[in-house]
Every structure is written in C-alpha cells, then in structure tokens.
C-alpha cells in the first residue's frame, strides 16, 4: 500500500512510523517547513520526502492531511486536484463541521484520532501512538464505500478504533470533553498566578489534583487558536453551561447545605463511572451480513447511522457481485445489545440483514 502525509509532524510522523512498522506501507510525505521531511526519514516516519505536495500524493492509495486545521480545507483540495479517482483522502483535524461541509467530494473522509502528546514535532512520532485509540471518521453521505471500507481498515491496522460519527455531534462533543477542558486549564492557572501575585508568595507545592486539571493548560497556540475559533459557537455554549453549574454550586455553598453538597459531590462520582463504562465496555463480536444496492453513499449512511445510535463498527469489509451492481457490506459489532441494536438499523434503512 502507498500512503501519503501532508504534514509531518507529531501527528503526520506517527502515522507513517505505524503505516510502515505495522502494514509495510510505502510511505512519502510533504511539509512545508525546512528539515522536517530530512527529520522525518531520518526518524523512519517516511520512505522519502517530495519536493512538493502533487509529488508527494502521486500514486497514492490513501492520503493523510495533517494540517493545521485553519488550513485544512485548502490542503484537502490542493490534494484532491492532485490524486485520481481511486484514492481516499482524510484529516485529522480536532474539528469537522467545516471541513466536512466545504468539501463536496466522495473521496474525501473526514477524520479525527484521539491520540497526542503535549509534545509537538516528528521527532517525538511513535508508532503506538493510535493504539486502542478511537479514531473518529466524518463522512459525508456521499463518500464512496470502498474508499471508506479501504481506510477503516488500515486505520485498524494502525491500531486505531474507527468511530463513525457526523460531524455536528463531533464538534458538540469534542467541545464537552476536549475543548472546554483546555479553556478550564487556562483560567484555573491564570486564577491561581493572580492570586499569588496579589499574596506576594512564592508559588506552593501543588498537588495532583491542580496538577491533573492543568496538564493542558497555555497548549501550542497555533494549533489551539484554530480550535477555539473554528468550534466557538459549540465551545460558547459549553461554557455557558459549566457556568450555570458553577452558579448553581456557589448557591449550595452559599446555603450551607451539608447533605446538598454532598449530593452533588456523589452525582459527579456516579457521572464519571457511568462515562468510564461507555468507553470501556466489551463483549462478543458479532458479524452481521446486508444486502446494499452499489450506489454511492450507501456505506456511509449506513455507518453514519450506526454511529448516531452510539454503535460502533470494530470493523467492516465489502463483498460486490460479480455484475457489479450489488453486494454485501459484512460488519462486525462488539456486545450482544449493540449486535441486536445494528440488525434493526439496518432493516429500517431497508437493507436485507442477517447475523452470519
């Protein structure tokens, strides 16, 4: 397989370090900064560099753009005029919406792995980066289903858990429990350095917890600032809401209300655990087999519409008949009740489905 990287950094490298250690992939890259592409060969994250983006895409299977993500719908389409018919082009930009909405071209998907570090640069790529790491896949409704079929599955061989979700309920979530996180970090350091400055003190030894809810605080703000500005309707209304919270645990406090506080303090604790067995929660795999016309979009509505019901595809494979003008799309879902959830699924969309 030959895949393409524009963008060889953290992210970019670790992708091709995986590609070439874990698919014997043929890997070449681009990046506009000097001496990364020498760096990034030099680490292993890339076969050769190219002297510019067409060089780099030409001949590609699957092509990764690993943008900042104010640039990226510009990078998306200086590769999609670049590459054939037969190429599956991604991101991995933190936010989708716009994206996703300014490119209308069924080889494009977009994507998102949930995977860094707070260190920046190839020189840090590792190739486990992705490991058991959900990676979020964007598609439009139109995207062609053997493109998709073609980059889930090496997400998989990445090491990566591909997650089929629309790109509005990304950027809402991701606004929750990412974006909102480093905006939090920001205002508890900047709280606690006024704070001494107004003392006179030396700063004191902090604890874990300080330490834990900071750890992202003052992150690269030339990745960061994108982030902010290209989800901040959906980042605004988050903040909104944790400041509604906050009003309304200033007003327990205020009451001194013992066994309220409490309450609130057990809800919190029963929140966390209920989120922690989402993420973590297994069970048997099922295969299910569906019946689908070979028209465009048809794998991705299907997907997507798993993906709204909170169900997850661990992998997938495409089987077309031999006329070409249907096949069969095998899926196989981890967990008897989300098994059970995907067969009714697919039946609505009018597919014949049936458990292998």
């Given at each position: 397989m030959r895949v393409s990287i524009i963008g060889v950094g953290l992210i970019g490298g670790s992708i091709g370090l995986a590609a070439r250690e874990r698919l014997g992939a043929e890997v070449t890259g681009w990046d506009p900064s000097p001496g990364v592409l020498d760096a990034a060969v030099a680490r292993g994250a890339l076969d050769r560099g190219a002297a510019t983006l067409a060089e780099a895409v030409s001949g590609?299977?699957?092509?990764?753009?690993?943008?900042?993500?104010?640039?990226?719908?510009?990078?998306v389409e200086a590769v999609l005029d670049a590459i054939p018919r037969d190429c599956v082009v991604t991101d991995v930009g933190s936010t989708k919406r716009s994206v996703v909405a300014e490119i209308d071209d069924p080889r494009f998907v977009g994507g998102h792995p949930l995977a860094g570090a707070e260190t920046a640069g190839v020189e840090h790529a590792r190739g486990d980066l992705f490991q058991d790491a959900v990676w979020y896949l964007t598609p439009s409704e139109g995207a062609t289903g053997v493109l998709f079929e073609r980059l889930h599955r090496l997400l998989r061989g990445l090491g990566a858990r591909p997650t089929t979700i629309d790109a509005a309920t990304h950027d809402t979530m991701l606004a929750a429990v990412s974006h909102l996180p480093h905006v939090v970090a920001n205002v508890l350091v900047a709280q606690a350095a006024r704070a001494l400055e107004?003392?006179?003190?030396?700063?004191?030894?902090?604890?874990?917890?300080?330490?834990?809810?900071?750890?992202?605080?003052?992150?690269?703000?030339?990745?960061?600032?994108?982030?902010?500005?290209?989800?901040?309707?959906?980042?605004?209304?988050?903040?909104?809401?944790?400041?509604?919270?906050?009003?309304?645990?200033?007003?327990?406090?205020?009451?001194?209300?013992?066994?309220?506080?409490?309450?609130?303090?057990?809800?919190?604790?029963?929140?966390?655990?209920?989120?922690?067995?989402?993420?973590?929660?297994?069970?048997?795999?099922?295969?299910?087999?569906?019946?689908?016309?070979?028209?465009?979009?048809?794998?991705?509505?299907?997907?997507?519409?798993?993906?709204?019901?909170?169900?997850?595809?661990?992998?997938?494979?495409?089987?077309?008949?031999?006329?070409?003008?249907?096949?069969?799309?095998?899926?196989?879902?981890?967990?008897?009740?989300?098994?059970?959830?995907?067969l009714e699924l697919v039946e609505q969309q009018g597919f014949p489905v049936a458990r292998a």
């Amino acid at each position: 397989m030959r895949v393409s990287i524009i963008g060889v950094g953290l992210i970019g490298g670790s992708i091709g370090l995986a590609a070439r250690e874990r698919l014997g992939a043929e890997v070449t890259g681009w990046d506009p900064s000097p001496g990364v592409l020498d760096a990034a060969v030099a680490r292993g994250a890339l076969d050769r560099g190219a002297a510019t983006l067409a060089e780099a895409v030409s001949g590609a299977e699957v092509v990764f753009v690993a943008a900042p993500v104010g640039q990226l719908t510009t990078a998306v389409e200086a590769v999609l005029d670049a590459i054939p018919r037969d190429c599956v082009v991604t991101d991995v930009g933190s936010t989708k919406r716009s994206v996703v909405a300014e490119i209308d071209d069924p080889r494009f998907v977009g994507g998102h792995p949930l995977a860094g570090a707070e260190t920046a640069g190839v020189e840090h790529a590792r190739g486990d980066l992705f490991q058991d790491a959900v990676w979020y896949l964007t598609p439009s409704e139109g995207a062609t289903g053997v493109l998709f079929e073609r980059l889930h599955r090496l997400l998989r061989g990445l090491g990566a858990r591909p997650t089929t979700i629309d790109a509005a309920t990304h950027d809402t979530m991701l606004a929750a429990v990412s974006h909102l996180p480093h905006v939090v970090a920001n205002v508890l350091v900047a709280q606690a350095a006024r704070a001494l400055e107004q003392e006179s003190e030396q700063l004191p030894a902090t604890g874990p917890s300080f330490r834990d809810a900071t750890r992202v605080a003052g992150a690269n703000s030339a990745i960061w600032t994108d982030i902010y500005m290209a989800n901040r309707d959906a980042l605004i209304e988050r903040i909104d809401d944790a400041t509604r919270r906050l009003g309304e645990f200033r007003a327990l406090l205020e009451s001194g209300d013992d066994d309220a506080v409490a309450r609130w303090n057990d809800a919190a604790r029963a929140d966390r655990e209920r989120l922690l067995e989402a993420q973590l929660a297994g069970g048997p795999l099922h295969e299910l087999r569906a019946s689908v016309p070979n028209e465009p979009g048809v794998v991705a509505r299907l997907a997507l519409e798993l993906g709204r019901a909170g169900v997850n595809i661990t992998d997938m494979a495409l089987y077309p008949a031999p006329n070409q003008a249907e096949g069969v799309v095998a899926l196989w879902i981890a967990g008897d009740e989300p098994a059970r959830r995907a067969l009714e699924l697919v039946e609505q969309q009018g597919f014949p489905v049936a458990r292998a």
